[in-house]
């Protein structure tokens, strides 16, 4: 099972840089990075409702579950 954030895909349709999603989330852009490659172990329910708030999305529009290849 892996988890795919689609961080990447939502910034980019607003055009907004990794810089300001940070500073508007509350995060540093070295954590912004870790959630974009997929790096992190968790995310806080309060970090991810503030990025769907920045973002004016849903949480299944930031994360997606992928079936692992056989």
Request: aromatic share 4%; charged share 30%.
């Amino acid at each position: 099972m892996a988890i795919v954030v689609r961080i990447d895909v939502e910034l980019a349709k607003r055009k907004m840089s990794v810089g300001e999603f940070a500073e508007r989330v509350g995060l540093t852009p070295a954590n912004v990075a870790v959630l974009k490659n997929g790096r992190a172990k968790a995310v806080r329910f309060s970090t991810l409702e503030a990025m769907c708030r920045v973002l004016g999305c849903q949480p299944g529009d930031l994360l997606e579950w992928v079936e692992d290849e056989a």
